[in-house]
């Protein structure tokens, strides 16, 4: 804190999207939350508290480890590990109640037996081709295996889109196909795993008949569409918010330059702040020169290359801008109250109390940087900039 940037993470909206998500799905459909990468940046247990009070009935991991992490934390509900989870692995996860997903034979791996059931999600690959069973007579062989082993439990049956946010739904029909296929083929084998699901959030908000038995929403619980142009009907709120504090300013002269490398040379005389974020913390060195951030009202553009704990931008346009102002790096706009009070410097609990108090005006409010303009500007996506907010970054969370 005695840096100057923060995140706020308002754990109200991931609440809020994971109930509004669930008012999409049918009565016997469950609502698995995926909180992988850290709860996509925002906190994984948080995250996941968040996700259970808004009605997620299971929560979605990418590794065991991230599993167990949960586990320590007190959660109980179901946790299924989206990769692959080594023999070794097995019994940790039979131990801890986490489900693992069958994407290739452990066979050839030594499995100690497990002295607890083990939930085992059966992978196919519909068209992604990432993880999962291609053939399905194969599938339909591990799967025996499975049904064979008095110490494994074949819980569920699942595949991946890689396409349900584009326009065109070709990509989508056809892994969809493929799934409905799959599972009359098992069904033919006398394979009838509990839960079958497809659904990510695109796949979630597109159609109900892409729902089966489980969906399994990130990015929108998160409070952003699975895509920018991706048509939403319903209304989300991002939960992410990143701010920091100018720390020095300056005017340049017409021709002085910007940050390593000199990338900017400025045309006009400009006045230069330069706030402590940098690409060690997730704010990508790609934005050198491309996007921008929100000071006291105004949108104000990155100049130079964007540092590893700094980075510069051109306040010229901006009035009234002072040292140690607050700037919006992404998220709702900087409660009014910041650039008056100095709460920076006050122990932990009395500084959070004030960040609290005062973000709950500007809570429900539209990001003025949403991190899918700031993808867009930079070529990437949103998800790509929740995961990468690095643990140097304090979080505060705000539960409303
Ligand atoms: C990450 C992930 C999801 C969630 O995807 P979103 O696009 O964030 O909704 C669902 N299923 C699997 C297997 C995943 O890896």
């Not at 840096?3 to 509004?20: D, H, P, W």
């Not at 700037?327 to 009014?336: E, I, K, L």
Request: glycine share 8%; aromatic share 8%.
């Amino acid at each position: 804190m005695f840096r100057g940037t923060f995140a706020v993470v308002n754990l109200q909206a991931i609440t809020s999207n994971v109930r509004t998500i669930k008012g999409l799905l049918g009565s016997v459909t469950k609502l698995l939350v995926a909180v992988k990468a850290d709860g996509y940046g925002h906190g994984a247990v948080e995250a996941a508290s968040a996700a259970l009070a808004g009605g997620a009935d299971a929560l979605g991991v990418a590794s065991l480890e991230e599993g167990l992490q949960l586990r320590k934390a007190g959660i109980e509900v179901p946790v299924l590990v989206f990769g692959r989870v080594s023999a070794s692995g097995l019994p940790i996860a039979a131990e801890h109640n986490i489900s693992v997903t069958l994407t290739s034979d452990w066979r050839d791996e030594a499995i100690a037996t497990c002295t607890k059931p083990l939930h085992v999600h059966l992978k196919l690959d519909t068209g992604m081709s990432r993880l999962g069973y291609t053939d399905v007579l194969e599938a339909v062989e591990i799967a025996k295996w499975v049904l064979s082993r008095q110490d494994m439990n074949l819980a569920g049956v699942y595949s991946h889109l890689a396409c349900a946010d584009a326009p065109d739904d070709t990509h989508l029909k056809g892994q969809a196909r493929k799934f409905e296929e799959a599972l009359r083929i098992l069904e033919e084998h006398h394979v009838r795993p509990r839960l079958a699901h497809l659904a990510n959030s695109a796949g979630t908000l597109r159609s109900p008949k892409l729902h089966y038995d489980m969906v399994r929403v990130g990015v929108s619980a998160y409070g952003y569409a699975p895509d920018a142009e991706f048509p939403l009907s319903v209304h989300l709120q991002p939960a992410l918010s990143l701010y920091a504090r100018i720390q020095r300013l300056t005017v340049i002269g017409v021709g002085e330059t910007v940050g390593y490398g000199a990338t900017f040379t400025a045309n006009r005389p400009t006045r230069v702040a330069t706030i402590p974020i940098g690409y060690a913390d997730g704010y990508f060195r790609v934005f050198s020169n491309q996007s921008e951030v929100w000071v006291n009202g105004f949108y104000a553009p990155v100049i130079g290359n964007v540092c590893m704990d700094q980075l510069m931008i051109d306040v010229t346009d901006v009035p009234h801008v002072k040292p140690l102002d607050w700037v919006t790096v992404y998220g709702q706009a900087v409660p009014q109250m910041w650039n008056q009070v100095d709460f920076s410097s006050k122990p932990d609990a009395e500084r959070n109390e004030f960040v609290l108090k005062t973000f709950s005006e500007t809570a429900t409010g539209s990001p003025v940087v949403s991190l899918d303009r700031l993808a867009k500007q930079a070529g990437t996506i949103s998800y790509e900039l929740m995961c990468a907010v690095s643990t140097r970054i304090p979080k505060i969370y705000f539960r409303g």
